[in-house]
């Protein structure tokens, strides 16, 4: 667990009544391993890739978007390795890499078994006290079946001819972008050739929370958006963004304050810091508007009176509470009208 003094739970309610949050990490097989390395460009990465290898190509798709990362990270297993030092598998490396400064997983494998298996080290991430989330890729729609059956909220899977990143460029273009003002639907990549799919095949995919890269109204998109669970990526993009934000913000009036009095004043301090977050989220678009146009937030944190001896003299204040309404997006439209003779 990261070390601080903050902890902040967000429950995900149907209906609903910073540095690193677009960071990636490409990880791959490569002999001896590879430790954790963060690059800003394709020739720096070089150094350590050769053109041609699935790293460098994961890389390549990730920094040829328009809105790319300004620095990506890279580290490696070998599942041949007789050092106790290295990682086997890329399931064992995301595992012992989640305390880095990273978001958006990326691996250079495709087979259903080895995205379950990282995928439930993504998963387990939240917990860890370093939530992240995994953009796969599989080649067929009928390979969703062993990842659909998981429900991972945290893992999205793109289908697409494997010779094509789909799963960096997607993260490329917009794992970057201010969290909240997109949804992760209707995008074009850069470098990624659109499939031609019947309406049964789209639905397949779709059907099982994968997306697909193809041509709408002349435009070349993403398909879809959701994770797969059904949830859309955007959702669990905000909500992470929230808490790591509100934990930071608490966390600095300790740390800033010669001391945060157990009073009603030092108890205001942290609502305003968990407030100050909310209004942000509002601005971005994570957090819905009222019909008067005012963000749809809310905090409630019991005061010194309502607290217990036991609580004050352990010096721990857990009365704080927030809730908020999420913006979410319009994927559909069904629009009808009429016309006159």
Request: hydrophobic content about 40%; aromatic content about 8%; cysteine-free.
């Amino acid at each position: 667990m990261p070390i601080r003094d903050v902890s902040v739970n967000i429950a995900l309610d149907k209906p609903i009544g910073l540095a690193g949050f677009g960071k990636p990490l490409i990880i791959g097989q490569n002999t001896d391993g590879f430790a954790y390395k963060e690059y800003l460009t394709l020739e720096s990465l070089e150094a350590d890739f050769a053109k041609g290898t699935d790293v460098y190509k994961k890389a390549q798709a990730l920094l040829d978007q328009d809105n790319r990362p300004a620095r990506f990270a890279v580290a490696g297993y070998d599942s041949a390795s007789t050092d106790a030092t290295v990682s086997k598998t890329a399931a064992e490396l995301v595992a012992a890499s989640l305390y880095l400064d990273w978001y958006f997983l990326i691996t250079t494998s495709n087979t259903p078994a080895d995205i379950v298996a990282v995928a439930d080290a993504i998963e387990a991430s939240k917990a860890s006290g370093y939530p992240k989330m995994y953009s796969g890729q599989v080649a067929a729609a009928a390979d969703l079946a062993t990842v659909l059956a998981k429900g991972y909220e945290r893992t999205f899977v793109g289908v697409h001819p494997i010779t094509e990143a789909l799963d960096a460029a997607n993260v490329g273009e917009n794992g970057n972008k201010e969290v909240g003002s997109i949804t992760w639907k209707g995008k074009s990549l850069n470098g990624i050739t659109p499939q031609v799919l019947t309406a049964d095949e789209l639905a397949a995919i779709e059907d099982a929370n994968g997306y697909a890269y193809l041509t709408k109204a002349g435009d070349n998109v993403t398909s879809e958006g959701k994770v797969m669970s059904g949830e859309y990526i955007d959702v669990m993009h905000g909500l992470d963004w929230v808490t790591a934000n509100i934990e930071q913000r608490v966390q600095k009036v300790f740390n800033n304050k010669p001391k945060v009095a157990y009073t009603d004043g030092g108890i205001s301090q942290l609502e305003s810091a968990v407030l100050s977050v909310l209004k942000i989220g509002f601005r971005q678009g994570i957090i819905a508007d009222d019909e008067t146009g005012a963000g749809i937030y809310s905090t409630s944190f019991r005061l010194r009176s309502e607290t217990t001896p036991e609580e004050r003299a352990s010096r721990k204040y857990t009365g704080g509470n927030f809730n908020f309404e999420l913006a979410g997006a319009i994927h559909e439209a069904a629009i009808s009208g009429t016309v006159s003779q």
